[in-house]
């Protein structure tokens, strides 16, 4: 789809990707003083990141995430997005044919990103009746008991992708507590951690919640986060994520073979240009969420005007909406959609379950212009 070149081309609503703020990244992108490319980038650069932008990265997070133990660059290794960040996790953590627990639906690359290459699979929790973000011990222990392969982990998204909301710190509390007790190892992917909206205001914006904002962890060594510049800066194309742990162990793992994951030396420099600059940084981070908020907020106006029941969001960039009403299995209703020009991603690319109340479900993106999201909600509602 193209408003110009291609207006009857299929809206795409079903990648996470935000498309509100291209205006400012590009000019600072594009301005020459943090994007020149010198002499020394033409040589290869430290292959975790080099020690300014792990400095800066850690220097951003200790911002927004406010971990009780502040991170430092030794605590972050930086690579090619989360995606090959969680297979270096699987990799680094587990062995081949292990298994972790991920409370479902879940982010469907974590199927992939694990499975694939490090050969390590996903063994889905459901949740409690009537509340998607909560899961309890007894499910937990469920799925242990019951799993095929030796379990190792659990793996989270937080704030959750699909739901686009954050977990309670008593859940998250709950998964650290029983991966602890189990002597399983926790990945939590904070790569939506900062783009919190719920209680935005004109001067601040909510502090960022992640696994390590609460409590001090119970397991801090088998406890690992994933960040990266995808979502909150907006920046998929380029391809940065980094590893997060307080493991010395981990960590010199890592960085033995970061090597298969490093980014470009002129990628390193642009970042360093970009998070050095704080206020321009706060500044984007600000409007951005306010941007989400306000397009959130008419989302969900027109869906409350058409009886369309979704999980409450708080977070990220989409919204998990219940199409029951159409009447017509999920596929069939998938492919009316893409035919009728609008693609949101089913419940079944978050692996559901296979039951009607879990099923009918659709994830729709609603970071792009209002223009966008109003054409793409009328294909949805004819
Ligand atoms: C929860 C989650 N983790 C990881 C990724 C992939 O991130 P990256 O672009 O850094 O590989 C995505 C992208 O949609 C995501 O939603």
Redesign the pocket.
């Known amino acids: 789809y193209h408003s110009e070149t291609n207006p009857n081309g299929i809206i795409n609503l079903g990648?996470?990707e935000n498309k509100l703020n291209n205006v400012e990244m590009l000019s600072k992108l594009n301005d020459p003083k943090v994007s020149t490319v010198t002499a020394e980038q033409l040589l290869y650069g430290p292959n975790p990141g080099s020690d300014r932008l792990r400095i800066e990265i850690a220097k951003l997070l200790n911002r927004y995430l406010k971990p009780k133990v502040s991170f430092t660059m030794e605590n972050i290794c930086v690579g090619?997005?989360?995606?090959?960040?969680?297979n270096l996790c699987g990799e680094v953590l587990f062995d081949h044919g292990d298994a972790v627990l991920v409370p479902g639906p879940y982010?469907g690359?974590?199927e992939a990103?694990l499975k694939y290459g490090s050969r390590v699979y996903t063994i889905p929790v459901p949740h409690c009746e009537g509340d998607c973000l909560k899961v309890d011990e007894a499910a937990l222990e469920k799925a242990l008991k019951n799993a095929n392969r030796p379990i190792k982990g659990i793996i989270i998204?937080n704030p959750n992708?699909p739901f686009g909301r954050c977990y309670s710190a008593e859940q998250l509390l709950l998964f650290c507590n029983f991966a602890k007790s189990h002597g399983l190892i926790v990945i939590c992917?904070e790569?939506?951690g900062l783009s919190t909206w719920r209680d935005i205001t004109e001067e601040n914006i909510e502090e960022g919640k992640c696994i390590e904002d609460y409590h001090y962890l119970p397991d801090p060594e088998n406890t690992h986060g994933?960040w990266?510049?995808?979502?909150d800066f907006c920046l998929?194309g380029l391809?940065?994520?980094c590893t997060i742990s307080y493991s010395k162990t981990v960590m010199a793992a890592m960085q033995k073979i970061c090597f298969l994951t490093c980014i470009p030396t002129n990628i390193d420099n642009i970042l360093v240009n970009i998070l050095s600059d704080v206020e321009w940084t706060d500044q984007f981070i600000l409007n951005n969420n306010r941007k989400l908020l306000k397009n959130y907020t008419h989302l969900t106006n027109s869906l409350n005007a058409h009886n369309i029941p979704y999980v409450k969001g708080d977070s990220g960039f989409f919204i998990y909406i219940d199409l029951h009403q159409a009447g017509i299995d999920e596929l069939d209703l998938w492919m009316k959609l893409l035919e009728g020009g609008v693609y949101i991603s089913p419940s079944q690319a978050f692996f559901s379950e296979d039951k009607a109340s879990e099923r009918n479900w659709f994830r729709m993106c609603f970071a792009v212009e209002q223009d966008e999201l109003n054409l793409s909600l009328d294909r949805l509602y004819k």
């Open positions: 990648t996470a090619n997005g989360c995606g090959p960040l969680t982010y690359g974590f990103d998204a992708n992917d790569i939506y994933l990266g510049f995808s979502k998929n391809r940065i994520g």
